[in-house]
């Protein structure tokens, strides 16, 4: 398995997941709310792992311009289907991944990460990729699935025999704690983590990090 593999898996998946519907749309409107807080109308804005577009169509227009990006083809082909049935001026969707992007000119006020980093195979590289997208005292905002603090039967043989068969992507597994000591090393400041979810805890940590 590999990166291109996982593209695949998301191209053949992406008509099914955007037709899916928010677990718990209470907890994404807060996480909307909350990234909104954080945006200024002057930022520069990097989306990774934007999937269909939904979020970022959703943030676009409170800031000052929104680069949404994800490594499936056809993820972003919906998107722009969607963008063109409801254009906002300042955003644009492109096949990328951080680790593209991090060799271009380009740096950004803050970079969002929504669902992504348990998606990515090298978890330090692209954080450090993500740290060097950034320009001084950028953000970079993450709500992630943290697979270690889920049920024992999800790690150890859902996930996996769903792998085998080719119904799950790659997801990489590690607590709230590991990931956060992660993002430490990459050379961020976390400023906060928050739980978002309407019942319980989900085990999907929202982190606002800032570059040190």
């Given at each position: 398995?590999?990166?291109?593999?996982?593209?695949?898996?998301?191209?053949?998946?992406?008509?099914?997941?955007?037709m899916?519907?928010?677990?718990?749309?209470?907890?994404?409107?807060?996480?909307?709310?909350?990234?909104?807080a954080?945006?200024?109308r002057?930022?520069r804005?990097?989306?990774?792992?934007?999937?269909?577009?939904?979020?970022?169509?959703?943030?676009?227009?409170?800031?000052?311009?929104?680069?949404?990006?994800d490594?499936?083809?056809?993820m972003?082909?919906?998107?722009?289907?969607?963008?063109a049935?409801?254009?906002?001026?300042?955003?644009?969707?492109?096949?990328?991944?951080?680790?593209m992007?991090a060799?271009?000119?380009?740096?950004?006020?803050?970079?969002?990460?929504?669902?992504?980093?348990?998606?990515?195979?090298?978890?330090?590289?692209?954080?450090?990729?993500?740290?060097?997208?950034l320009?001084?005292?950028?953000?970079?905002?993450?709500?992630?699935?943290?697979?270690?603090?889920?049920n024992?039967?999800?790690?150890?043989?859902?996930?996996p025999?769903?792998?085998?068969?080719?119904k799950?992507?790659?997801?990489?597994?590690?607590?709230?704690?590991?990931?956060?000591?992660?993002?430490?090393a990459?050379?961020?400041d976390?400023?906060?983590?928050?739980?978002?979810?309407?019942?319980?805890?989900?085990?999907?940590?929202?982190?606002?990090?800032?570059k040190?």
């Amino acid at each position: 398995m590999s990166m291109t593999s996982d593209a695949r898996f998301w191209d053949r998946a992406s008509r099914k997941y955007a037709m899916g519907a928010v677990a718990d749309q209470a907890g994404y409107e807060r996480t909307l709310d909350r990234t909104r807080a954080l945006l200024g109308r002057g930022d520069r804005v990097l989306e990774l792992g934007c999937g269909t577009g939904t979020s970022a169509l959703l943030l676009a227009d409170h800031v000052k311009t929104y680069l949404a990006t994800d490594f499936s083809v056809r993820m972003i082909a919906i998107a722009d289907e969607k963008h063109a049935a409801a254009p906002v001026a300042n955003l644009v969707f492109k096949v990328a991944t951080a680790e593209m992007l991090a060799s271009e000119a380009t740096r950004f006020d803050a970079v969002l990460g929504f669902n992504y980093l348990h998606l990515v195979r090298d978890l330090p590289g692209t954080l450090r990729s993500i740290h060097a997208l950034l320009a001084a005292d950028g953000l970079f905002i993450s709500k992630t699935p943290c697979v270690g603090d889920m049920n024992p039967f999800i790690r150890f043989a859902l996930l996996p025999g769903m792998r085998m068969i080719g119904k799950a992507p790659y997801a990489g597994v590690f607590r709230a704690e590991e990931l956060s000591r992660h993002i430490s090393a990459a050379g961020f400041d976390i400023l906060a983590t928050e739980s978002h979810a309407s019942t319980g805890n989900e085990a999907r940590p929202f982190i606002v990090a800032r570059k040190a």
